[in-house]
Nanobody
C-alpha cells in the first residue's frame, strides 16, 4: 500500500517562497507518476504539477514559471518549490500517486493528508 505524507506548508507573505515535501513509502517513483494538487475552501481540487516515472514534468498554466516539481529518488521524496507566491495560491496542497501521467484528480489513486499553504497580501 502506498503511503504518502506531505510537509512544508505554512503562512507566507505574497512574493515569498515555500518548499513542500512529499515523503512516500517504498520505491514508488519506479511505478507511479506523481502529482501535486490543491484545494481552496469551497472550490474543487485542482492539479498543480505532475512528474512522470521518467521525470517529465507538467504544470498548470497559473503556476508555470513560479513552481518547480522535483524529486530525490534516494530519499523517496517529491518536492514542490513555490516562488513568488500569490494570495490565490492559498489552499490545502496534496501529493498523490497514480498510474497515468496526467494532471487530473481522477487519475490519482493514492493521496496524502495535505499541508496548508496560506499566502497573505
Amino acid at each position: 500500500q502506498v503511503q504518502i505524507m506531505e510537509s512544508g506548508g505554512g503562512l507566507v507573505q505574497a512574493g515569498g517562497s515555500l518548499r513542500l515535501s512529499c515523503t512516500v513509502s517504498g520505491e514508488i517513483f519506479d511505478g507511479y507518476h506523481m502529482g501535486w494538487f490543491r484545494q481552496a475552501p469551497g472550490q474543487e481540487r485542482e492539479g498543480v504539477a505532475c512528474m512522470s516515472i521518467a521525470g517529465n514534468t507538467y504544470y498548470r498554466t497559473s503556476v508555470s514559471g513560479r513552481f518547480t516539481i522535483s524529486r530525490d529518488i534516494a530519499k523517496n521524496t517529491l518536492y514542490l518549490q513555490m516562488n513568488n507566491l500569490k494570495p490565490e495560491d492559498t489552499a490545502m496542497y496534496y501529493c498523490a500517486a497514480g498510474p497515468t501521467f496526467v494532471l487530473q484528480v481522477a487519475a490519482y489513486k493514492s493521496w496524502g493528508q495535505g499541508t496548508q499553504v496560506t499566502v497573505s497580501s
